[in-house]
């Protein structure tokens, strides 16, 4: 055809060798990438722990105080293989965990629940609105006594605790995502007959499935607060006793050992939600300048 350029035969076969080269040079700058990142990551980490040892051990900053990186590790290895006053160390972190996993279960379910309800219902939005604002303007955590009282020294308390910490960023993530879905998907229901009750299941939720998976990696966090305040108020078991009894004994390592379980338990926990929100989101494109 005039005006068109033809290619030759040779350009036509070079061509997915010059797209496949391109795919090989964008993976391997990827990789090269996220090993850098991971290798700056641990570099960082390093130097902090040794600059923190070093500083405590020429008495630079008070090692009765800050403690030092190897006092710590001397104390979850102590904590692991001879247990903790209260039962052997794994016992503890299971039942932080069963508490705060408990009540991260049940506030996503409540702020899911009520987020969609209230975002499709208007009626019921405008009517407990004001409510859910004044609830969520107390500062949740000074419940954590109030809870302690009611339920006593058992994880109920704690779970308490966490629902109402976990409910709220669930509960207005679920309730924008529920809004912010697209007219003309709801309008294309109806108009092939769907109910109410289709569309809520069918549109409405999957298209709010990502705010609300944005709400999880923060919640979980927040149930981990929950969980730990109320043990360290009053409890039989858990990392917020180590917590609370080593403060008492003014064992700094025990309390920055105790923080570091924690940051481990919460940093696997995240692992795995973004693990599920990856498998979960399969479909959707990267952002740009995000590794998947």
């Known amino acids: 055809m005039s005006g068109v350029p033809q290619m030759s035969p040779d350009a036509i076969a070079a061509a997915p060798v010059r797209v496949t080269e391109r795919t090989k040079a964008r993976a391997r700058a990827a990789r090269n990438r996220r090993l850098l990142v991971h290798g700056s990551r641990i570099l960082l980490l390093v130097t902090v722990l040794a600059l923190w040892e070093i500083l405590a051990r020429t008495k630079a900053i008070d090692p009765f105080n800050f403690s030092m990186p190897s006092k710590i590790w001397d104390q979850i290895r102590d904590w ?57 303007a107390i500062p949740r955590i000074v419940l954590a006594p109030v809870f302690l009282i009611w339920f006593g020294l058992g994880p109920a ?67 981990l607060i929950g969980a730990i305040v109320g043990e360290y108020i009053g409890a039989t078991k858990g990392l917020g006793l180590l917590v609370a009894s080593s403060q008492g004994t003014f064992n700094a390592a025990g309390v920055y050992a105790a923080m570091v379980i924690l940051a481990v338990v919460a940093l696997l926990t995240e692992g795995l939600l973004t693990f599920a929100e990856r498998r979960l989101f399969r479909w959707r494109p990267a952002e740009p300048g995000t590794d998947r």
């Open 157 to 223: 308390s704690k779970v308490a605790s966490a629902v109402v910490l976990v409910f709220f960023p669930v509960f207005f993530n679920a309730f924008q995502g529920a809004r912010e879905v697209d007219r003309n998907l709801v309008h294309n229901a109806r108009i092939l007959g769907a109910s109410n009750r289709r569309v809520t299941f069918q549109v409405v939720i999957p298209s709010a499935t990502s705010w609300i998976f944005t709400s999880l990696h923060v919640s979980f966090g927040f149930a």
């Open 80 to 136: 692991a293989v001879n247990g903790t006053a209260q039962g052997s160390l794994w016992e503890q972190i299971w039942y932080t965990l069963y508490e705060a996993l408990l009540g991260w279960v049940l506030g996503v379910a409540g702020g899911v629940v009520l987020g969609i309800t209230l975002g499709r219902i208007r009626f019921l939005a405008d009517v407990l609105g004001p409510y859910i604002k004044v609830l969520n």
